[in-house]
């Protein structure tokens, strides 16, 4: 997806089987999540998400906004 498409309150799938759900709870850039990609930490809001299911439901994570929006296959709210 586009992070651009990306939104509070939203609950999106994974590409893939999709069996795994994430809703969004902020977007900011003060969120500042662990980096442990190549080069430089991006300059980008993060997004601070909850786990709906899969292995660790409830679990509250958060990735930068081109990462989460990589991750999601389609908003099923």
Known sequence: MNPSEIKVDHTYRNRGK???RRT?????EKIKPD???RGPKPKE???R???E???YPQLIEE???SSFAN???EDVT
Do not use: D, E, K, M
């Open 49 to 51: 998400f909850r786990n």
């Open 24 to 28: 969004v709870l902020v977007i900011s």
């Open 18 to 20: 999709g069996s795994t």
């Open 35 to 37: 980096w442990s990609g």
């Open 63 to 65: 990735l930068y906004l």
């Open 53 to 55: 299911n899969g292995r």
């Open 71 to 73: 991750w999601a296959g």
């Open 45 to 47: 809001p993060g997004v």
